[in-house]
């Protein structure tokens, strides 16, 4: 149990449009769902949670307004980045959790890799 | 701020050997720590969770430790093999909610 998805596992699209990334727990409803980004040889830093039905809290220096996040269901969050730039270049990992707070585990997707020529 | 460090960031070794990686903190306060592992363009796969309360943990040829107090953990592979050949994470979840903080990872190439 605990699989999370992430669709696509990989997009190629052109600098200055948008692209939308999703992730899904498939056995489990997620409370929270969280939204990480990996440069090349780099650790995963966090952008970003979302609580269903609650506006994301996004980290510091993450900009809100480029990086959409929707957490409309229990099963599903969505990351949008908008007017995407060659630098938004990366790999996009999400987690998912059963509940908030001290105890709940995240579970990992595959991640999907964003090219912007 | 939490700050998680891991030495080294990359090892090489032959296949067989026993090894050791470091996973250090600096905030003490934590409610637990997990290892992953990460093969290239892949995501997260859990290997060990260690509860603050908790010394060590073990899986199969993985033995996980936690010095709390010290702000250290270590993972030990036994008698390595080429299919270890993969990135390894810490992460610490801090005592305020279930945030994880990751370290910079060490990439482990296991020879044949």
């Known amino acids: 149990g605990a699989v999370v998805s992430q669709h696509p596992s990989w997009v190629i699209c052109k600098s200055g449009t948008s692209v939308k990334i999703e992730c899904r727990s498939l056995d489990f409803q997620a409370t929270t769902m969280f939204w990480y980004r990996q440069f090349p040889k780099q650790s995963l830093m966090l952008m970003a949670t979302?609580?269903?039905?609650?506006?994301?809290?996004?980290e510091q220096g993450v900009e809100k307004d480029k990086f959409l996040i929707n957490h409309a269901s229990l099963t599903l969050s969505t990351l949008t980045v908008t007017s995407a730039h060659p630098e938004d270049s990366s790999f996009y990992i999400c987690s998912a959790s059963k509940g908030t707070g001290l105890g709940y585990e995240q579970y990992f997707g595959p991640g999907t890799r964003l090219t912007v020529t | 701020k939490q700050e998680v460090t891991q030495i080294p960031a990359a090892l090489s070794v032959p296949e067989g050997e026993n090894l050791v990686l470091n996973c250090s903190f600096t905030?003490?306060?934590?409610?637990?720590l997990q290892w992953f592992r990460q093969d290239p363009g892949k995501g997260l796969t859990s290997l060990l969770l260690?509860?603050?309360?908790?010394r060590e943990q073990t899986s199969g040829r993985l033995n996980a430790s936690l010095d709390k107090s010290s702000g250290r953990s270590t993972l030990y592979i036994a008698a390595s093999q080429p299919g270890d050949s993969a990135t390894y994470l810490c992460a610490v979840n801090n005592n305020a909610g279930n945030m994880l903080t990751f370290g910079g990872g060490t990439r482990l190439m296991v020879k044949p």
């Open positions: 260690i509860q603050s309360s908790q």
């Open positions: 905030d003490s306060a934590i409610y637990n």
């Open positions: 979302s609580n269903e039905g609650s506006k994301a809290t996004y």
